[in-house]
């Protein structure tokens, strides 16, 4: 059984740092890509971050370009989302996911599973 567990999220002033993080057991992690969406109130699912199953690929959405870093250890079988320099409109639920195409992709559709989401919430 898959299951992904995200962590890391919290409260924030604007300007901070916050780390997120997800755990994949049940898969092969190393063959899946790996990504980060989000969703804040009232808005679709939206791509936020991307890796190829290897790392040497990433993409960015380009509100969070410069400011997110995803990352990944596949020996411990986590990833993760440095975020810096938030600001309030990163204010959202955060999701991760995986899919076996490591290949880029922001359409939900393209991802295999998904965590059950971490609240970001950045203050003003």
């Known amino acids: 059984q898959v299951q992904l567990v995200e962590s890391g999220g919290g409260l924030v002033q604007a300007g901070g740092s916050l780390r997120l993080s997800c755990v994949a057991s049940g898969v092969t992690f190393e063959y899946y890509g790996m990504g980060w969406f989000r969703r804040a109130p009232g808005l679709e699912r939206e791509f936020v971050a991307g890796s190829s199953w290897s790392g040497s690929n990433t993409w960015y959405t380009d509100s969070v370009l410069g400011r997110f870093t995803i990352s990944r250890d596949n020996a411990k079988n986590i990833f993760y989302l440095q975020m810096n320099s938030l600001k309030s409109e990163d204010t959202a639920e955060y999701y991760c996911?995986?899919?076996?195409?490591?290949?880029?992709?922001?359409?939900?559709?393209?991802?295999?599973?998904w965590g059950q989401g971490t609240q970001v919430t950045v203050s003003s």
């Open positions: 996911a995986i899919r076996l195409d490591g290949g880029y992709s922001s359409s939900t559709r393209d991802w295999s599973f």
